[in-house]
Every structure is written in C-alpha cells, then in structure tokens.
C-alpha cells in the first residue's frame, strides 16, 4: 500500500523507513528533492506490506490502511500528514522507448520534407508548369 506523506521537511529518508516499519514492511521510501537545490520538498512516498500483528490480528491491506491514517505521525519533531496515494502505474518501459523512438522519426521526415520543399530558403522554380526544378544545396551553402 503506498502512503503519500506532506510536511517532510527535512527528515532524511532513513528516519521515515525506521519509523513507519513499525505498521509494516517498508517496501519503498522516496522523498521528493528540489531538482536545482537538491533539497527535500517536504513530501515523500512510503510503501508498505502488510505484515505481523495488530491488536491480536494479522495485518491486512484494509485493516493498515486505517491504522495508519488514523494515526497521529511525528517524525524528527514534524507532523507528518498522511494519506493514500494513487497507485503508481507500471508502465513498460519498452513501449515508451518505441513510442520516443517514432516521435523522433516522425520528426526526421517532417524535418526532410520540409528540406526538400526549399533549399537554402529559397523557394523551387517551376518549368512550364507542371515540373519542379530540383536545386541541390552546394558544399558552400552546407558549411553556412
């Protein structure tokens, strides 16, 4: 089950896992960081897997899940706010990489027909009206 927690601060990672082992197996523990400071945002994901015991009954998803929303969290002097999170989607990595693969290619044929219609910014000349004159870019103009 995977728990969102706000009002972090500063609390390392390590203090999170070492306390909400006590509901469970902590299968995952990120914190989110401040990509240009590289700093806690003051949000992190925990989660959890159901296991041992609480009030004399095995731990299941549901029976966590209220335990720990109702709950009060205090973790290195912060009140943590807790709440479930969206299930994270698994998505096959190797769909997206096709996917980025034909965006690029789509862009590459895009990009060479534009290429074709004018070379050099200048615009085809037409001979009698029905054929294009193809001009052909120099080695002078490639190097500009």
């Not at 995952?28 to 015991?53: H, I, Q, Y």
């Not at 998505?91 to 862009?107: I, P, S, T, V």
Request: hydrophobic share 30%; proline share 2%; with cysteine.
């Amino acid at each position: 089950v995977r728990f969102f927690l706000k009002n972090t601060g500063q609390v390392p990672e390590e203090d999170l896992r070492e306390y909400f082992k006590n509901y469970g197996q902590v299968m995952n523990c990120n914190v989110l960081l401040d990509k240009s400071k590289k700093k806690s945002r003051g949000m992190a994901f925990v989660t959890l897997k159901p296991e041992g015991m609480h009030e004399g009954q095995t731990v299941t998803e549901k029976m966590m899940i209220d335990w720990v929303l109702q709950e009060e969290h205090i973790v290195g002097h912060m009140r943590l706010e807790v709440s479930e999170a969206d299930a994270k989607q698994e998505e096959d990595e190797g769909k997206k990489r096709e996917e980025r693969m034909e965006e690029r290619r789509r862009a590459r044929v895009d990009k060479e027909q534009r290429l074709s219609r004018t070379v050099g910014g200048v615009a085809p000349h037409f001979r009698d009206g029905d054929k294009e004159e193809k001009l052909v870019a120099s080695s002078w103009l490639r190097r500009w």
